[in-house]
């Protein structure tokens, strides 16, 4: 399973980013896939995480700016982030569970300038 995550960058406060990670090794059409985002020092948090029916659940502190999307035909994993702010800046990682085993995408640093 390799997982592969794009589409970090450096933005300004208020603006926009989609990241992208793009599955291969697993059936992912079945699979429930996450967001996450880590800050130096502190643990990986759930961003939010959709289902194989497309159903999504994001945390509080995104839920009305963040959207989480998946094309399956493209076996790619999306994560629409509007009106950015300084405390988004984190490394973003996209994660599945399959057939017993935690799979992480590499991360994406997101930077989000004042």
């Known amino acids: 399973v390799q997982l592969q995550a794009s589409g970090g960058g450096i933005v300004q406060a208020g603006g926009s980013l989609r990241l992208s990670c793009k599955a291969s090794?697993?059936?992912?059409?079945?699979?429930?896939m996450d967001w996450y985002r880590q800050t130096p020092g502190n643990q990986r948090d759930l961003v939010g995480t959709i289902t194989s029916g497309h159903s999504t659940t994001l945390t509080d502190p995104v839920k009305d700016r963040f959207t989480i999307t998946r094309d399956n035909v493209r076996r790619t994993l999306y994560l629409q982030m509007n009106d950015l702010k300084h405390e988004d800046t984190a490394v973003y990682y996209c994660?599945?569970?399959?057939?017993?085993?935690?799979?992480w995408g590499r991360g994406t640093q997101v930077t989000v300038s004042s």
């Open positions: 994660h599945t569970y399959h057939r017993g085993q935690d799979f």
């Open positions: 090794g697993l059936n992912f059409g079945i699979n429930t």
